[in-house]
């Protein structure tokens, strides 16, 4: 987007053991970046607040602000507020309800005083717009913007055999993230259906010793640890044949699709982290399991998936990554470009 104007980044920096890791910051003389503290006064549940956003709007008065719809943070509220005074067009990107099983009036009346108060709400995915969509008089008030990432080194069908067996983990190693369940499910598939797996494992975080100490036992588990050039792994990911998230996922599955790995996770989606699961389509190019699948325990699933001859596990690789291309054209960027008008 720096191609099309000056941006300010404003960004509270993550704690190391949440399992992130360090990046370096993209410089050029059309970007800022703006570390600022977040104050707790309340306690982590409610009433953040990014220190100095209204001020910066105050005396920067930017054309327009993008800010990830977190009704927890006041400062959220205060840079909706600020944008009605100063005449600043707030963009609000985030979740919306899908989270939500049961929308209640109170959050009825807080998402659409949000979406009222906002220029425009963008929405991660279809099924982010479609639980806002009750709210608003003027659907036009909603945008998708589709969220993915970028992978510089991707993995391209024609890449694959179809007969790897290795099985891929990518994301953060912190609480719901279900590592603890897809190796003892890998383990119970090795022992009772002598099932040749090998998981190879990219991440840390809080649960990060815990791994360590698992590969210590079990010679099939590759831990990579944290692993943030594309290159690394994208070779680390042409031993695997598909990627297994258990738990609560997010962009991992968008990021196991750019390297021709078909997803595996839970089909609870009001649980996940993000609502990127809902790219995936059930038997076409990825899978669920739980309640209201086929499948209903990961187990189960994983031997399904194993099983699957090299034809039809390559037709799996093929429909993974097209989606993620579709998801890549045009641009992240520029389709975020496309939806601010000021």
Same mark, same amino acid.
């Given at each position: 987007?720096?191609?099309?104007?000056?941006? !300010?980044?404003?960004?509270?920096?993550? &704690?190391?053991?949440?399992?992130?890791?360090?990046?370096?910051? &993209?410089?050029?003389?059309?970007?800022?970046?703006? +570390?600022?503290?977040?104050?707790?006064?309340?306690?982590?549940?409610?009433?953040?607040?990014?220190?100095?956003?209204? +001020?910066?709007?105050?005396?920067?008065?930017? !054309?327009?602000?993008? %800010?990830?719809? #977190?009704?927890?943070?006041?400062?959220?509220?205060?840079?909706?507020?600020?944008?009605?005074?100063?005449?600043?067009?707030?963009?609000?990107?985030?979740?919306?309800?899908?989270?939500?099983?049961? %929308?209640?009036?109170?959050?009825? %009346?807080?998402?659409?005083?949000?979406?009222?108060?906002?220029?425009?709400?963008?929405?991660?995915?279809?099924?982010?717009?479609?639980?806002?969509?009750?709210?608003?008089?003027? &659907?036009?008030?909603?945008?998708?913007?589709?969220?993915?990432?970028?992978? #510089?080194?991707?993995?391209?069908?024609?890449?694959?055999?179809?007969?790897? $067996?290795?099985?891929?983990?990518?994301?953060?190693?912190?609480?719901?993230?279900?590592?603890?369940?897809?190796?003892?499910?890998?383990?119970?598939?090795?022992?009772?259906?002598?099932?040749?797996?090998?998981?190879?494992?990219?991440?840390?975080?809080?649960?990060?010793?815990?791994?360590?100490?698992?590969? $210590?036992?079990?010679?099939?588990?590759?831990?990579?640890?944290?692993?943030?050039?594309?290159?690394?792994?994208?070779?680390?990911?042409?031993?695997?044949?598909?990627?297994?998230?258990?738990? !609560?996922?997010?962009?991992?599955?968008?990021?196991?699709?750019?390297?021709?790995?078909?997803?595996?996770?839970?089909?609870?989606?009001?649980?996940?982290?993000?609502?990127?699961?809902?790219?995936?389509?059930?038997?076409?190019?990825?899978?669920?399991?739980? &309640?209201?699948?086929?499948?209903?325990?990961?187990?189960?699933?994983?031997?399904?998936?194993?099983?699957?001859?090299?034809?039809?596990? $390559?037709?799996?690789?093929?429909?993974?990554?097209?989606?993620?291309? #579709?998801?890549?054209?045009?641009?992240?960027?520029?389709?975020?470009?496309?939806?601010?008008?000021?």
């Amino acid at each position: 987007m720096s191609e099309h104007c000056h941006l !300010d980044f404003i960004f509270s920096p993550a &704690p190391i053991e949440a399992g992130f890791g360090e990046h370096q910051l &993209p410089q050029n003389d059309h970007i800022r970046w703006m +570390s600022v503290k977040t104050f707790r006064p309340f306690g982590e549940k409610i009433g953040l607040i990014q220190r100095g956003l209204v +001020s910066y709007m105050i005396h920067n008065h930017p !054309d327009a602000v993008i %800010i990830f719809a #977190n009704p927890r943070y006041l400062s959220y509220w205060f840079v909706l507020l600020a944008g009605k005074f100063l005449n600043i067009p707030i963009y609000s990107r985030g979740h919306g309800l899908y989270k939500k099983e049961k %929308i209640s009036l109170f959050y009825r %009346i807080m998402y659409g005083s949000m979406i009222q108060l906002s220029k425009k709400y963008l929405c991660y995915t279809d099924s982010v717009k479609d639980s806002l969509l009750p709210l608003v008089k003027d &659907p036009n008030k909603l945008a998708v913007d589709y969220n993915t990432l970028y992978n #510089n080194y991707p993995v391209y069908p024609q890449e694959k055999t179809g007969q790897e $067996k290795g099985i891929f983990f990518i994301g953060r190693l912190r609480p719901r993230c279900g590592i603890e369940e897809l190796i003892a499910s890998i383990q119970s598939l090795r022992e009772d259906s002598l099932l040749e797996i090998d998981l190879h494992i990219i991440g840390d975080g809080i649960l990060g010793e815990w791994v360590r100490k698992q590969v $210590k036992a079990y010679p099939w588990i590759f831990y990579h640890g944290m692993v943030y050039t594309d290159r690394e792994i994208q070779t680390i990911s042409r031993n695997c044949r598909c990627g297994v998230f258990p738990g !609560d996922a997010g962009l991992s599955v968008v990021h196991m699709m750019s390297l021709s790995l078909p997803p595996l996770t839970h089909d609870t989606m009001y649980t996940h982290m993000g609502p990127e699961p809902s790219y995936i389509q059930p038997g076409v190019n990825g899978w669920f399991y739980g &309640p209201s699948s086929p499948s209903k325990t990961l187990s189960e699933a994983i031997s399904v998936l194993i099983m699957l001859t090299p034809e039809n596990m $390559k037709k799996f690789q093929k429909n993974a990554f097209d989606t993620f291309q #579709n998801l890549s054209m045009p641009p992240f960027h520029e389709r975020l470009w496309a939806l601010i008008d000021y």
